[in-house]
């Protein structure tokens, strides 16, 4: 592949990702919802998980454990999930939403799913399974090659 169509890609992944980010967090901003997007993915993987370690927590969000206990405790703080330390082994905690948490996901999550809409507007179910194929197919490369 041509170096210069790589680079470009790259510069189109990031400036993507980036609006997105931005267009999300100004549509929290305007419903009153005190959250980031990369807060909201916390939310939404215990909405799903109900109680899990911080580590699969970090697993299933794609986000490194530093990052996940940041944002667990600025959660905690704001009383939107609850952590536990475990009986058996007191190095792992277990992370839940509490009711409020479950409530700020239950209102954040039709904004969020309107902002997708958004993103998704002109393109049809082929154009969603091509990029998901080539998303993954990258995803995959770079996991195949991970520096040892």
């Known amino acids: 592949m041509d170096l210069s169509k790589t680079k470009r890609f ?3 992944l990031d400036v993507t990702l980036k609006l997105i980010k931005q267009d999300l967090l ?5 419903n009153n919802i005190d959250l980031t997007p990369e807060q909201w993915t916390i939310i939404s993987e215990l909405a799903d998980q ?3 370690y911080q580590r699969e ?3 299933g969000t794609f986000k490194d454990a530093p990052t996940v206990s940041r944002i667990v405790e600025l959660l905690v703080n704001r009383g939107y999930i609850s952590r536990k330390a475990d009986k058996l082994d007191r190095r792992k905690f277990l992370v839940s939403l509490t009711k409020k948490g479950r409530d700020i996901y239950e209102k954040s999550s039709p ?3 309107d902002a997708r809409t958004l993103g998704w507007k002109g393109l049809n179910n082929q154009d969603y399974k091509d990029l998901t194929r080539i998303l993954n197919k990258i995803s995959s490369n770079i996991s195949n090659d991970e520096i040892s």
């Open 57 to 59: 927590l970090a697993a």
């Open 111 to 113: 904004i969020l799913y």
């Open 26 to 30: 100004k549509r929290f901003r305007q």
């Open 50 to 52: 109900e109680t899990i």
């Open 10 to 12: 790259g510069v189109h």
